[in-house]
């Protein structure tokens, strides 16, 4: 088993709707946890970081963390054509400083 | 915000050469670097992490000969692919961490080998 799985993409979303993304995790005692945006051919950067269970909201993004079901997931409102890239999931173990990475969810925003 | 320097941003180099890549916190002290490679449309995969003044940990199936790090400094590690193949041309990411909770990330180095 993968210790972060991010659910299948490519997602294809139309331009002002929600794009919604998954991602489970295999360590329970995982503690942090961030989504990253990524451009084709760039360098991940950093959008959303979660910590504690519950909705954490900034600007058209909302992450919600479930550490029970060992869930966190990404939301985008209103997406935008800028929106349109790879969304990394990360998370950070419970015994060291290593960022765990998924696979990524393109998204694409059809104008 | 915290800004962490990656150069040289692209290389191309022969088959058999080396290339130093150098990755540098600008602005902050970065306890522990972490290197990642990221071949096209998969995602990233850890290498090895370094700590300033002490060997590299490599991740399992990185060979450590081939890929020599170096942290000098608190502000700067280097890694160094040695006797590059084809095969080892990826985009090599390094991502400083200060402690606390978020690790900042160098902007990326495309590695060509011909």
């Known amino acids: 088993q993968k210790e972060v799985e991010q659910n299948s993409g490519p997602l294809s979303v139309p331009e002002g709707a929600i794009a919604s993304l998954n991602c489970t995790y295999s360590d329970r005692g995982s503690q942090s946890f961030f989504w990253y945006r990524q451009y084709s051919g760039k360098s991940p950067e950093l959008i959303m970081s979660?910590?504690?269970?519950g909705d954490k909201e900034d600007g058209r993004f909302t992450a919600q963390l479930n550490k029970a079901s060992q869930y966190v997931s990404l939301l985008i409102r209103d997406s935008q054509p800028s929106d349109s890239a790879t969304y990394l999931c990360a998370v950070r173990g419970s015994n060291d400083y290593k960022l765990s990475f998924g696979a990524g969810t393109t998204v694409t925003v059809r104008a | 915000g915290a800004v962490v320097s990656q150069h040289p941003s692209w290389v191309i180099c022969k088959s058999g050469t080396s290339v130093k890549i150098e990755c540098r916190s600008l602005d902050f002290q970065a306890t522990t670097m972490f290197w990642y490679r990221q071949f096209p449309k998969q995602s990233l995969m850890l290498m090895a992490t370094s700590n300033e003044g002490s060997k590299a940990t490599y991740e399992q199936g990185v060979e450590k000969d081939k890929f020599l790090i170096n942290h000098a400094s608190l502000t700067l590690s280097t890694l160094t692919v040695t006797s590059a193949h084809p095969e080892d041309s990826s985009f090599y990411i390094c991502s400083a961490y200060p402690g606390g909770s978020e690790a900042f990330f160098g902007q990326g180095t495309r590695l060509t080998v011909v």
């Open positions: 979660i910590y504690s269970n």
